[in-house]
């Protein structure tokens, strides 16, 4: 019998296969379900309040995701953390701690590598390996917090992989991260990061949840963007906005835009009022990022001069604009840059 991954699964889902498929009664799949979640039983034997007969069952027919921490590098200028992950199939993915003044700060990978092909991204070099399930991304949160030794405040999903491209096991990570049965943080400690897949954010603005949707940006034409971003050219920035403002008509949260400088590429002041022109009168913010440079491509960081005027163009339009301080520079912080150096 193939065994079933049990901490996967969303209460309700987990409360039908005790019942259903375990002939157990309902109360079972809510103490199974808080241990693996809120005591993160990492076995079967430790759930001591089950009886000897349902934890051999339970052994039998299912299994539990545990990740293990494989490298571990603390960064020298800051507090950053960054974990090398393993999967239970070997593969690897990164997440990383930061410290800000509210709390802790977890960024999380959704998937093995990409596919969405993000010119100046280290993720997307190697393609798209696999999707996480959802007890890999809580394994993520899970392990992350025992290395911190505290729990953490909020979650971004911004690490490896495009979320919206692993949609059905991003809801229920989503569920099963925000249920008060099980690691109850508000979804409106989360936010999550997508390149732009638009379907996918119109779906996801009609659950009304109170996540924060970053969307990666990085040009207000679509010349610019379509060069550096594959996706713009099956959603282009006209069809972006139009879900961008649906859904934050839709939840209202405002929506946060990512936008990394490149020099040359899209930090002109040209661009910049673009960019202006095109948010102008969005309720919305706009993170600038230096760009990480990767050695794969030679996309090099806009000068500091170049992002402070870039700055100043949106502010006196009346955008909202922070530069996004560079966490962890020295432990290879931007995305995908370990997992890709443990790789060669
Ligand atoms: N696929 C999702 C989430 C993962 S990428 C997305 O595209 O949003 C997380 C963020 O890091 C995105 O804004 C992405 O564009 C940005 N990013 C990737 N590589 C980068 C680099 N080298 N320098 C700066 N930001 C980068």
């Known amino acids: ?122 993720s997307t070099l190697g393609g798209l390996v696999r999707s996480l399930t959802p007890a890999e991304m809580l394994g993520e949160v899970y392990e992350a917090e025992r290395q911190a030794g505290e729990p953490i405040s909020s979650l971004v999903l911004m690490g490896i992989g495009e979320p919206l491209d692993n949609y059905r096991n991003v809801l229920d990570f989503l569920t099963i991260l925000s249920s008060p049965e099980g690691r109850n943080l508000s979804l409106r400690h989360v936010s999550l990061s997508t390149c732009g897949l638009c379907d996918r954010i119109d779906e996801l603005a009609e659950l009304g949840l109170g996540l924060t949707l970053s969307i990666s940006l990085h040009a207000a034409d679509d010349e610019t963007r379509s060069g550096i971003m594959p996706v713009n050219k099956q959603y282009n920035i006209a069809r972006l906005m139009q879900s961008c403002k649906n859904y934050f008509a839709k939840t209202g949260r405002r929506i946060s835009y990512e936008y990394a ?26 993170n600038l990022i230096p760009v990480n440079p990767i050695k794969e491509r030679n996309y090099v960081q806009s000068e500091e001069k170049a992002v402070l005027r870039f700055k100043k163009t949106l502010e006196l339009s009346g955008n909202n604009a922070t530069i996004r301080r560079e966490l962890g520079r020295d432990i290879d912080g931007a995305c995908g840059q370990l997992r890709k150096k443990f790789l060669e």
Not at 47 to 73: C, G, H, I, P, Q
């Open 261 to 286: 400088l490149i020099a040359g590429v899209n930090d002109s002041p040209a661009h910049a009022e673009a960019l202006a022109r095109l948010l102008g009168g969005q309720n919305c913010h706009v």
């Open 1 to 122: 019998m193939e065994k079933i991954d049990i901490s996967s699964m969303t209460l309700p889902a987990l409360t039908e296969w005790v019942t259903g498929t375990l002939g157990e009664p309902k109360f079972r799949a809510g103490q199974i379900y808080r241990w693996i979640h809120q005591k993160r039983g990492g076995s079967f034997a430790e759930m001591t309040n089950l009886s000897t007969a349902l934890r051999k069952k339970l052994e039998e027919r299912a299994f539990l995701t545990v990740l293990t921490t494989r490298r571990r590098l603390e960064s020298k200028l800051d507090e950053t953390v960054k974990l090398l992950l393993e999967l239970p199939d070997q593969n690897c993915v990164e997440a990383v701690l930061m410290r800000y003044e509210h709390g802790l700060s977890l960024c999380i990978s959704t998937q093995v590598g990409c596919r969405m092909g993000c010119k100046f991204c280290a």
